[in-house]
């Protein structure tokens, strides 16, 4: 695995946006890019949708 994520994505991310497929897909492709989920999953309600977030980091590599 590569030591730097792909593209200049920044190691650490706080994926946000409305619980929808759309959003399952972007945690989905980062982690089909090498990410890790990193601690639980939030949720809140904004008064019209759930809006959830996820942190993701780029695995440290082993030497």
């Not at 890790?36 to 942190?55: C, D, I, R």
Request: charged share 20%; with cysteine.
């Amino acid at each position: 695995m590569p030591k730097l994520p792909p593209d200049g994505l920044p190691r650490y991310r706080l994926l946000t946006g409305k619980d929808d497929a759309t959003f399952c897909r972007r945690v989905s492709e980062a982690l089909d890019l090498g990410y890790q989920l990193y601690g639980s999953p939030a949720a809140t309600f904004n008064g019209e949708h759930v809006v959830v977030a996820q942190a993701i980091i780029w695995p440290e590599s082993v030497s």
